[in-house]
């Protein structure tokens, strides 16, 4: 006979102290659900439990409450039906690579991709038996011509987050779903605002949450956005397999930046929009790649399928300065700062190599590319900073 529970030792009472919550408590914040172990109230009920349905907690690596909310929030943000979250954004590019394809199956990527999914094509190719080939992002309609009996998965990127060429994503989705190919877009530049995936015919749409969901610059996350069912269970068993979890602390800091995500995209978009105009005048700068204005590639599928384009921007600049001079440019800026990622509230400034990052067209600027992130600081001090740095150029 073991003591009634107000006998035990206080060792046991502390570890087995069963609080109740007061009740008639309520606020804005999601709670947070933090678990390893989930406590199920019988044995019949674990073993009744279908990991296909997203709300029957099995283990706090696969979803929480928390994070449940958050992958509801995000699916309803994005106009999908489901959302898996992952520990970064790359995990969620990795998640749709394990998710998807195996080996003997062909991948193609555009050119101009996020550098570490091309980085993770070429892994898989070298190690695990795919191939992987890499398509013009302007391609549109042509991508029929590339598809092989074994191609399994197309890569989208709109626009390519350095060089900012909008691709026709219908045309692409439009061919693949003739052929039965997935298609996956990393929508991480338009927030999952400002282009629609599903309304465009695209399977899965990827996020990295890190950025402006996030919006604090202190947050690692990403996520996996489906329409179908099917490929989201998919997707899922990877997930599982590959024991890709999210902390609830983590989701919880996500779910507090997401009521301003429209409003924070909206100051990005009018400040950094602002700047490219004003860089465009520049005699320093040969090209301004910004997909609002007219002479950017891709620049009409911008304007038919977009609604704005947030903070993040590339210029060229004039061929007549060295690289070690742009890289003078960027580290004389003031309130820009050096760094990866972007999405939070401070300004970002990063010269590019471009000669790595292409192998299937023909880069055509001769100048350094630098990209801007246009954090939230007035855009009259961005511009006038931008100004005294161009001016230390000679
Ligand atoms: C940052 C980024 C990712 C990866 O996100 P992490 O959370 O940093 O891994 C993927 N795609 C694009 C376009 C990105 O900008």
Redesign the pocket.
């Known amino acids: 006979m073991t003591q009634p529970p107000s006998k035990r030792r206080l060792q046991t009472r502390i570890v087995h102290a069963q609080d109740q919550l007061t009740p008639g408590f309520e606020s804005f914040a999601v709670p947070v659900a933090r678990a390893s172990t989930v406590v199920f109230p019988d044995l019949a009920t674990m073993r009744s439990l279908d990991w296909r349905n997203d709300a029957q907690w099995r283990y706090g690596l696969h979803a929480t409450p928390t994070s449940l909310v958050l992958a509801q929030r995000l699916a309803m943000l994005e106009g999908g039906q489901h959302a898996l979250l992952q520990p970064?954004?790359?995990?969620a590019?990795s998640n749709v690579y394990f998710g998807l394809v195996k080996a003997g199956d062909d991948v193609l990527i555009p050119d101009n991709v996020?550098s570490?999914?091309r980085d993770h094509g070429e892994w898989l190719a070298q190690d695990f038996g795919l191939t992987v080939r890499y398509y013009d992002p302007l391609i549109g309609a042509g991508i029929a011509e590339l598809i092989q009996p074994n191609t399994r998965l197309i890569w989208l990127?709109a626009p390519g987050?350095v060089t900012m060429e909008v691709p026709d994503v219908r045309a692409i989705t439009t061919v693949a779903r003739s052929r039965n190919i997935i298609t996956a877009l990393?929508n991480?530049?338009s927030a999952g605002l400002a282009f629609r995936p599903f309304e465009q015919g695209v399977d899965i749409s990827?996020q990295?949450?890190?950025?402006y969901q996030s919006g604090g610059a202190d947050v690692?996350?990403?996520a996996t956005i489906t329409a179908d069912e099917a490929l989201h269970l998919q997707l899922k068993t990877a997930r599982m397999r590959m024991g890709l979890g999210v902390s609830a602390d983590d989701c919880s800091l996500v779910l507090r930046s997401l009521p301003s995500l429209q409003l924070r995209f909206a100051q990005h978009d009018r400040s950094a929009l602002a700047l490219a105009t004003w860089l465009k005048q520049r005699p320093e700068i040969a090209a301004v790649l910004h997909p609002a204005l007219a002479d950017c590639p891709g620049h009409a599928f911008f304007k038919r399928d977009f609604t704005g384009a947030g903070g993040l921007f590339s210029v060229v600049f004039d061929a007549r300065y060295s690289a070690a001079q742009i890289d003078t440019f960027c580290e004389s800026l003031e309130l820009f700062s050096l760094g990866w990622?972007?999405g939070g509230a401070h300004s970002l400034a990063m010269p590019y190599d471009l000669t790595r990052m292409r192998t299937e067209t023909q880069w055509p600027h001769r100048g350094t590319l630098v990209r801007f992130y246009i954090g939230l600081e007035d855009e009259a001090d961005l511009r006038e900073d931008i100004a005294q740095s161009l001016a230390a150029l000679g």
Do not use: C, F, Q, R
């Not at 970064?88 to 995990?91: D, E, K, R």
């Not at 990295?208 to 950025?211: E, H, I, P, S, V």
């Open positions: 970064s954004g790359l995990a590019i996020y570490p999914n990127e987050s990393d991480t530049w990827v990295a949450l890190t950025k690692l996350m990403g990622s972007w």
